[in-house]
Structures are given as C-alpha cells and as structure tokens.
C-alpha cells in the first residue's frame, strides 16, 4: 500500500525543470536559441540605427528595414529589380568599373519570386527571407553537429553561431543565411553519403555565394579518402560513380557563373574583372594571379600602417597555425568531411580573395569549426564565450555596417 501511495505521489508531482528540458523536442531548444539571439542582434541594429548619420543610403536614425539595406544589398536589389548589365560598365581611366556581375543570382531571384507572390515590396521582403533562412540554418546545423557531436555540444555550437560576431549579417538584405543553410545541407548529405540529393544542394548553394570550387575541393578529397580507407569501410562502384560525378558537378558549378557573366557580356573576364574593381582602391587595377591577393595585401597594409614585414609573418603564422588547427583533436573529432570543407574553402579564399574588412564576412562558412570550439564543457568557459561574442556583434557592426563617413571598413 506504501509503495502505491508512493508511485502515485511521484506520477502527482509537477516534473523538474531538468526533466522538461529533457523532453523538449530537439528543434523547440533551437527555435528559443535562435529568437533569443535574433533579439539580441536586432537590439544592436536598433542601437546603431539610432544613432546613423544621414549617408549614401538613408537619412538619419532609419528604421530597421531602412538600416538592414546598406552596403550590398544595395546591389542585390539591383539584381532584383533591374537584372545583369549586358554591357560591363567602365570607369573613366577604361577599367571595368563596379557592377552587379560581382553578385550571385539565387538570393535575389529568390526575393524577386517572393515579391511577386506577396506584392510586397524589396525592403520587407529581403529582410524576411534572410530570416527565414537563419532559422532554418540553425536547425539544419544542429542536426549537421549531431553527426558526430552529443546533443548538449551540438545546441551549444548553434548558441556559437546564432551570437557570433558577423551574425547581424544574418538579419539584413545579404545572402549569407540563405548561404549558410545550403552548405549546412550540403554537408550533412555528404556525411550521410547522399550524394544524389546533393546535386541540387551544390547547384543552388553555388549560385548564392562562390563556394562551387572550394566544395569541389571538399568533394576529391572526400573521394580520396573513401578510397583509401575503402577495405574498412566499402566504398561501391555506384557510390564512386556518384561521387566522382558530384565532384565533376560542383566544380562545373564554381565556373558557372563566369560562363554565363562571358555569355552575357562577351568579355571572358567579365566576372573577374567585376571582382578586381572592388580592391582597386586599395591596390589599383591587376589581373588575378592566384594567391597573389594576400601577398599584395601584406604590402599594401604594411606601407599603410608603416609596419614593414609584420604583415608578411602574421600572414605566415596564420596559414602555419590555420594547418596545424585542422588536426587538434577537437577538430578531427569533427570528421574528415568537416575537416576537408574547412580546409578547401581556407585554400580558397587564401588563392582569390583580398583581406580587408569584408573578409570577416567572408569566413562565416567556416562555421563548421564551432563545433570544435563549443566542445569545452566549463559553465564559465561557455558564458565568456557567448558574452564575448555579443560584444563581437557590438564591435563589427561599429567598425563595419555602420556608416560614419569616409569608411574604408566595409561589411
């Protein structure tokens, strides 16, 4: 009878707050993850949109939908809107000046269809899309950690990316969300080794940011290593057909849109020539030699700041230390295929890309690396982060997306 009255006593009693959590479902703990920080980012954009100064794209102090549309976006409405130039426009000294060709096409066409069905106009809709998309990232990126993470370390790396630094950009008319969730789907297939469904995600991925290359890269070594380890771990004629094929696709996929800026235009260099306009004020107009950006940067940044070599070391120690975190142990419990995207896009962007203020943005598909750093189980360690991430948010929308006057800092 004791026993009875017992378990009925317990059955009677309102559950902790520990096994709530417990029960909640998976993506219920994402969704509060993401709203919580999406409050926090639109706070900050508030603030400094608060205190704008009248600039190239609105008056003073605009409203969110109005400071959501500086810098780029600018751009990708154009594209929206107007399309592609069939002729590339020049500046006066002959060069090819800046130009939409320098903006892929899926985000913008995708804010197009939208606006079409809703009638809504570019602003609110942009800003929506770009929503969406973050909330969708987060969940696709939880379930991306959960392939080789335990659940609590895997929602804490979505914390990580939900409050990190360049998360604003999540908020605002770019295509970085849109981005991020292709990826995060295109490396969760490719863990699960579905490589037919990974066609589309490559292609649309591909056609929002460049990264058809870089993943190529992530695509060989895959196979490489599938080969390689193929007696423990069987690797079958039709999987080797698929994803030799897959690689073949998405390296075909990194020179589309080139093509088509050629087809357009008639200039081969068409996209190129688009994307060098942009570092011209820093270097003048060049033609693009592989991993030459970050060796012309080092001088130009050196002569700026009168620091000599310095900036030639620091490069060094970055590509040195870069490598050498790739194999910490934290990291390689991440798995290869984490590994190899992480590896293939820093190669990437070390052969193409000049650094300036923008190349922060430029590193937000690494996010694959939170992982290895939301390992750490310390209560302490894991507050520190997220506050100094928020503060991160803090500094980068103070030195990048906020306008005061001559800036060389662009998002």
Known sequence: MARAELTERQRS???????????????????VVW??????????????AARQAPNPWSGANPGYLQFAQFWDSTWYHIVAVGGYPATLPLTASGHVAENAWAFLPAYPML??????????????????????????????????????????????????WCVAPLSPVLQVSYAESMHSFFLALALYLLIERRYGLLFPAVAIMSLTRPSGL????????HFGHRWITRVRDPFPARERMLAAGLAGFSLVM?????????????????????????????????????????LQATRFWGDLWHLGAVPLVALALLVVGFAAALFLPAVRRLGPD????????????????????????????????????????????????????????????SLCWWFDGYDWTPP
């Open 214 to 221: 870089a993943f190529a890269l992530a695509l060989a070594l």
């Open 338 to 397: 984490l590994r190899f995207w992480s590896a293939s896009y820093g190669l990437y962007l070390l052969a193409v890309f000049f650094p300036q203020s923008s190349t922060f943005r430029l590193l937000v598909p690494m996010f694959p690396l939170l992982g290895a750093i939301a390992q750490p189980r310390s209560a302490a360690y894991r507050v520190v982060l997220v506050v100094a991430c928020i503060v991160g948010q803090f500094a980068w929308l």
């Open 254 to 294: 990194g020179l589309a849109w080139p093509i088509v800026a050629w087809a357009v235009t008639g200039s081969l260099s068409a996209y190129t020539d688009t994307e060098l306009a942009w570092r011209s004020a820093y270097i003048g107009y060049v033609e693009l030699q592989p991993f030459a950006p970050w």
């Open 35 to 48: 709203a919580a920080s999406r409050l926090v980012s639109t706070s900050l954009l508030l603030y400094f």
């Open 13 to 31: 009693t309102p559950p902790t707050l520990r096994v709530r959590y417990r029960l909640t479902p998976w993506w219920v703990k994402v969704v």
């Open 111 to 160: 804010v197009r269809f939208v606006m079409a069905v809703t009638t809504l106009p570019w602003e609110p809709v942009s800003v929506a899309v770009s929503f969406v998309f973050s909330l969708l990232t987060a969940l696709m990126i939880y379930r991306l950690f959960l392939l080789r993470l335990p659940a609590a370390t895997a929602l804490f790396a979505v914390v990580l």
